[in-house]
T-cell receptor
């Protein structure tokens, strides 16, 4: 499809295990965002990639969280030693133009993570 | 970051218009006004955005006050599918869109 693709759609893991969440943005979109949404809450910014620039990691909640974007396309969000408070829907978005210039974010369906 | 204020919830009847207000009294001259909505169990989707002039698209209209300190998203004929959380967000030089609590819209059949 032409939209933002995320996998897995659902992930159940045990506390202490590592998980990887994948995001495939829309082709040609240089900006990629990760957000997190806990049950009944708003969206929490995690990390932002723009082209070849250094990513803005200011929203990552702890050093257990990391993300990379290979070749300016696919991104992987990794959570090490998962905790129950990491349970949430992890949303990826991409955009062609900066939002400060009126650019539109296109979101994926999200990856629902449940840590038991 | 310039912030927005929205009502927590609004109710509407099907096929009637819905007017969703948003206050942004600290908006700067370069901030765009964005609206997104999030249907249950889905990621947010773009609705509309504007800078100074009113905007129309197939989904909605955006009416921006002359002083830009407030705006209103207008859904012309609400359908059951329009039941969602609607977010009013400002963007300036900061590329991060900050999603607040939004307005939960309920549409009655």
């Amino acid at each position: 499809g032409a939209g933002v693709s995320q996998s897995p759609s659902n992930k159940v893991t045990e506390k202490g295990k590592d998980v990887e969440l994948r995001c495939d943005p829309i082709s040609g979109h240089t900006a990629l965002y990760w957000y997190r949404q806990s049950l009944g809450q708003g969206l929490e910014f995690l990390i932002y990639f723009q082209g070849n620039s250094a990513p803005d990691k200011s929203g990552l909640p702890s050093d257990r969280f990391s993300a990379e974007r290979t070749g300016g396309s696919v991104s992987t969000l990794t959570i090490q030693r998962t905790q129950q408070e990491d349970s949430a829907v992890y949303l990826c978005a991409s955009s062609l133009a900066p939002t400060g210039a009126g650019g539109e974010l296109f979101f994926g369906e999200g990856s629902r993570l449940t840590v038991l | 970051d310039a912030k927005t204020t929205q009502p927590n919830s609004m109710e509407s009847n099907e096929e009637e218009p819905v007017h969703l207000p948003c206050n942004h009294s600290t908006i700067s001259g370069t901030d765009y006004i964005h609206w997104y909505r999030q249907l249950p169990s889905q990621g947010p989707e773009y609705v509309i955005h504007g800078l100074t002039s009113n905007v129309n698209n197939r989904m909605a209209s955006l009416a921006i006050a002359e002083d830009r300190k407030s705006s209103t998203l207008i859904l012309h004929r609400a359908t059951l599918r329009d039941a969602a959380v609607y977010y009013c967000i400002l963007s300036g030089n900061d590329y991060k869109l900050s999603f607040g609590a939004g307005t939960t819209v309920t549409v009655r059949a």
